[in-house]
């Protein structure tokens, strides 16, 4: 029987970001831990594809990480990154599988809120067409807002990934639901209109299940909760659980 035929949603895939265990090595310097390392873990452990933030600062990951990381990876890897010239530059050099274009700002502790595409269109358009041509698939990471969707969509954008920072972040109860509510609309238009559609930030196991029923949503990125759980558990026990509550929401709905 077809998918279909069973009345299944199509498998959520999961991107595991390593910025921070970048983070925890940077803290000290030296090598451990490694990036890399994790990410191979991750995949093994049930990742669909390794996420990494390459941020003007180098706060996190550097230059080697990305470099080391698209050699040794056996899944794809996904380059979140500003939209510079700087960064273009390497993402042209390094090809990964995706680019994410994020807005950046360099007082920020993590990515707040989402790139305003529509009120940058003209300087984002030329970044999608070149990396694009490049073959490399371009998502816009941006609030769950139909002028946002359109205007990815507008720029040649064939992907969005939606902020969940807002749902993770509000306590449990009606604004969360109003939140989530937001978040299934702006799948759904993103779904309408042709785009490919993802969704992460502050995600984690209380919150990941909603989400993860979405119909309209394809991957989910999730990183800093699992690198957090991962000191108590393990990474890859993290991941299995987080893949796991993933699984079941998508099955229950």
């Known amino acids: 029987m077809t998918t279909k035929q069973n009345n299944q ?17 940077n803290a000290r310097g030296g090598i451990h831990p ?7 873990l991750a995949a093994d452990a049930g990742a669909d594809g390794i996420t990494a933030h390459l941020r003007e ?16 990876l ?24 995706a ?12 990515t707040e809120g989402g790139l305003d595409v529509a009120g940058q269109h003209n300087q984002l358009a030329p970044f999608v067409r070149e990396l694009s041509g490049a073959g490399i698939r371009v998502s816009m990471f941006i609030e769950a807002e139909p002028r946002q969707i ?3 969509k507008s720029v040649g954008a064939p992907v969005v990934e939606l902020h969940t920072g807002r749902y993770c972040e ?38 990941v299940g909603p989400v993860a029923a979405i119909p309209a949503l394809a991957e989910l990125n999730i990183g ?26 998508r099955a229950a709905a």
């Open 9 to 25: 949603l199509p498998h959520l895939r999961l991107g595991v970001n390593v910025d921070h265990v970048a983070t925890v090595r």
């Open 34 to 40: 490694d990036p890399v390392r994790a990410a191979l």
């Open 57 to 72: 600062d180098r706060r996190h990951i550097s230059d080697e990480d990305i470099e080391r990381l698209r050699t040794q």
């Open 74 to 97: 056996h899944v794809p890897l996904n380059l979140e990154m500003a939209a510079t010239p700087e960064m273009l530059e390497i993402a042209l050099r390094h090809r990964p599988h």
């Open 99 to 110: 680019v994410c274009l994020v807005p950046e700002k360099r007082e920020e502790r993590t």
């Open 150 to 152: 359109d205007a990815s």
């Open 170 to 207: 509000t306590p449990a109860g009606a604004g969360r639901e109003k939140e989530l509510e937001r978040i299934k609309s702006g799948a759904a238009h993103a779904a309408k209109i042709g785009l490919e559609c993802h969704a992460g930030h502050g995600l984690g196991y209380d919150t």
């Open 224 to 249: 800093h909760f699992l690198v957090g759980e991962a000191i108590f558990t393990g990474l890859a026990q993290a991941i299995t659980r987080m893949r796991a509550l993933m699984d079941a929401a």
